[in-house]
């Protein structure tokens, strides 16, 4: 089973912010907004110091109680899955849910959870609760519903059944840009998961086109140091692989890899998948040394992020040993 690495064209968590959502005269609400900025800017780490602070006092507050920790336990929940830190995020989950019980939305986290561990049955049992409770309490039609819709597609994405993940992007994109419109956020990540799917089942000119869109969106709206901005550099290195353009897929991955290096650190699981898919790409390119340098620093940093027995980290160790045997028969050949 092949699987793919999927944080960056998971479902937003939050949405972005483009202007403050409250008045910075109280400071949980200062707190609040500038904790979303800060993460949603790629500062990740000065974002979750915040964030721990708007929850401090969020659970100190006595008006609007809840609905304060609930926003709080979000962006925090935002930061720790975009650094694939899942197990520290998943007791906010918890917390959330406690809370939000009628959420869809928390559901749709601790789904996304589950499947980073591996844990796919769960995780789709809890995607398609999410998606019942989204139409019931939201309709059919409405973006919360979309939210799930591809949170079960991401599922089924990570787990190679790509004709499945697909047909729910397809309706969760339409939902998307019949409410916002083709730039909204939502929309352009939307597209992202569609066109990387896409290019798995072999539409490469429908990959292409959406794939490109995204790296150019992402390119005129995003700092150049984004990892948003890597993510899609890395989608595009990876739809130019199976195209077998090795040359623009090298640059497309090393792009990706130098921001992410700088931004979330060499051992980032991010770092891992990007290393990975240089592997894969050296090796077809009969590159072995090259190949093994970059799976083993993907293998060490799933080891070390998820543990050993991990899809993703057996994923590479399978990809090792591809690699070992046709060492082998190039040898034979020599």
């Given at each position: 089973?092949?699987?793919?690495?999927?944080?960056?064209f998971g479902?937003?968590?939050?949405?972005?912010?483009?202007?403050?959502?409250?008045?910075?005269?109280?400071?949980?609400?200062?707190?609040?907004?500038?904790a979303?900025?800060?993460?949603?800017?790629?500062?990740?780490?000065?974002?979750?110091?915040?964030?721990?602070?708007?929850?401090?006092?969020?659970?100190?507050?006595?008006?609007?109680?809840?609905?304060?920790?609930?926003?709080?336990?979000?962006?925090?929940?935002?930061?720790?899955?975009?650094?694939?830190?899942?197990?520290?995020?998943?007791?906010?989950?918890?917390?959330?849910?406690?809370?939000?019980?009628?959420?869809?939305?928390?559901?749709?986290?601790?789904?996304?959870?589950?499947?980073?561990?591996?844990?796919?049955?769960?995780?789709?049992?809890?995607?398609?609760?999410a998606?019942?409770?989204?139409?019931?309490?939201?309709g059919?039609?409405?973006?919360?519903?979309?939210?799930?819709l591809?949170?079960?597609?991401?599922?089924?994405?990570?787990?190679g059944?790509?004709?499945?993940?697909?047909?729910?992007y397809?309706?969760?994109?339409?939902?998307?840009?019949?409410?916002?419109?083709?730039?909204?956020?939502?929309?352009?990540?939307?597209?992202?998961?569609?066109?990387?799917?896409?290019?798995?089942?072999?539409?490469?000119?429908?990959?292409?086109?959406?794939?490109?869109?995204?790296?150019?969106?992402?390119?005129?709206?995003?700092?150049?140091?984004?990892?948003?901005?890597?993510?899609?550099?890395?989608?595009?290195?990876?739809l130019?692989?199976?195209?077998?353009?090795?040359?623009?897929?090298?640059?497309?991955?090393?792009?990706?890899?130098?921001?992410?290096?700088?931004?979330?650190?060499?051992?980032h699981?991010?770092?891992?998948?990007?290393?990975?898919?240089?592997?894969?790409?050296?090796?077809?390119?009969?590159?072995?040394?090259?190949?093994?340098?970059?799976?083993?620093?993907s293998?060490?940093?799933?080891?070390?992020?998820?543990?050993?027995?991990?899809?993703?980290?057996?994923?590479?160790?399978?990809?090792?040993?591809?690699?070992?045997?046709?060492?082998?028969?190039?040898?034979?050949?020599?």
């Open positions: 089973m092949k699987i793919q690495k999927k944080i960056f479902i937003c968590l939050i949405l972005l912010i483009n202007k403050p959502l409250f008045s910075q005269d109280i400071p949980w609400e200062g707190l609040y907004n500038q979303g900025q800060l993460i949603n800017d790629g500062k990740y780490e000065k974002g979750v110091r915040v964030a721990r602070k708007a929850l401090k006092v969020a659970e100190r507050t006595t008006d609007q109680k809840n609905f304060k920790v609930t926003l709080s336990l979000k962006v925090l929940i935002h930061y720790y899955m975009l650094q694939g830190k899942y197990k520290e995020a998943e007791p906010f989950v918890r917390q959330a849910l406690e809370i939000a019980k009628e959420d869809p939305n928390m559901l749709n986290n601790l789904a996304m959870i589950y499947t980073e561990e591996g844990k796919f049955s769960e995780a789709e049992q809890i995607s398609q609760d998606i019942q409770l989204a139409e019931k309490n939201f059919e039609n409405d973006t919360r519903t979309a939210e799930s591809s949170t079960l597609a991401g599922v089924y994405r990570t787990q059944k790509y004709s499945e993940a697909s047909s729910l397809e309706r969760a994109l339409e939902l998307w840009k019949n409410e916002f419109g083709e730039t909204h956020p939502n929309v352009v990540f939307a597209m992202g998961n569609l066109g990387s799917v896409y290019a798995a089942l072999g539409r490469y000119d429908e990959a292409d086109r959406l794939l490109k869109k995204v790296w150019l969106t992402h390119q005129s709206t995003l700092p150049p140091d984004h990892p948003v901005l890597a993510l899609s550099l890395r989608e595009m290195g990876k130019r692989i199976r195209e077998g353009s090795f040359v623009s897929a090298e640059s497309f991955l090393k792009q990706a890899l130098k921001i992410q290096e700088k931004v979330l650190g060499k051992n699981p991010e770092v891992g998948a990007t290393t990975g898919r240089l592997g894969l790409l050296y090796r077809l390119q009969g590159n072995f040394k090259e190949a093994e340098s970059f799976y083993k620093r293998r060490k940093i799933f080891e070390k992020t998820y543990g050993s027995d991990n899809p993703y980290t057996q994923d590479i160790e399978k990809e090792l040993n591809v690699l070992g045997e046709e060492r082998k028969e190039k040898a034979k050949e020599s």
